[in-house]
């Protein structure tokens, strides 16, 4: 039973966090393999006669972080400047994603991709593929050696969208209907329906998108919504009688538990009790917001509606992989958002959004981004002392929170000594 000890960092069954100076970490194989969490605590209290402890003075082990959004053929967009949206879309996005029709630089891109996530600490992904069956093949297949968490889909878009990327309507359906028959449930993956956005399904392609979630209760539903004001115009033309944007996803039974919307920033509170009433999340991307201009997410309005939601990086809208920008960047939108009122959120809240906040939001409560008992082993080690200047301003912290504020705001892929996927050590 390998056991870990070290500082430790996980929440409660009522959300809190717990942080544990001398704490002992016991995992156990469960009975297909996987590792999970046996128990935690104290170092005093857990006792570890008779386990094999692997004992990290100065380090911190934390949940592996849980991205709630990101696309995987995006990784050579990050860092393509646009007006917006819209132009970001037709100018970069669709050019690269058109590459991943071959399996090749799908496998190549698939391979790196996994690897920058375990670098940075990422430890499950909800992703986006390209609208090619190979790319899926491509994610899964390589997820699936490494022994990850990861949930995935093709996209869907059959309209306005360019030749190489566009797909056919009842062809994109048959393909989806088969790639949740090959992934799905298979070790620890799961499938997507993934209309990309509204603008490029026709009705009949979102209708059958719709029927897929039916058929398949458990199965992911993901897109996009909300996110800029030229594409909610644009889906106000194409959809006059809706009453708005999240309406149309919910007039095709787009709208469930396990479907996760990406942005969400331009709602009303009919949206957000939408949202709530019918099980959908939100995966909040404040890199990608601000670095697209797009706008700002409303936490305080998401936390008075009562709907789920976490943190992303959606890359490559987003600007970067690191779970700590991504953090530090929710920080500044929170802030804008809560106006005057001058606070914005907690380092407790914004790694809980990031961790078992956002495995919430999937539907994996329990079993992934936290550390209680029954959990998979993934888990990160973090370095407090990485960079001279973390090592200066985290011993100098007086409290627990401002000591994870250092971390936020100066951290990044250094501070993550150690990636453990299910008790293995990926990175
Ligand atoms: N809306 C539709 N497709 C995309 C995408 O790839 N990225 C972002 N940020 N928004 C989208
Ligand atoms: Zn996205």
New binding site residues.
Partial sequence: MPAYRAALLYFSSDDRLVYESDGLLVTEADHRGVQRVKSIGPWSAVGSAHLEVEHSPGRIIAPGFVDLHI?YP?VD?IASPAEG?LP??EKY?FVE?SRFGDPTHAQEAADFFLDELQRQGVTTALA?CSSHSVSVDALMGQAQSRGLRLVAGK?LMDRHAPEGVRDETERGLLETEALIGRWHGRDRLGYAITP??V??SSDAQLAGAGELARLHPDVWVQ??AA??LD?IAWVRQLHPQSRSYLAVYERFGLLRPRSVY??CIHFDDLDRALMRDLGAAAAV?PS??LF?G?GFFDHAAADRAGFAYGLAS?V???TSFSPFHTMLAAYYVARDARGKAGLSLTPGQLWFQHTAGAARAMGLEGVVGNLLPGCEADFVVLNPRATPLLERRTQGADSVDEWLFAMIVLGDDRLVERTVIAGRTAA
């Fill in positions: 696309h995006q967009v949206l970001w879309l996005t994603e986006f996209c990309r956005f603008p490029t897109s996009h996110e800029n594409e990406a942005h991307c990608s917001n697209l797009s959606d490559g809208g987003g």
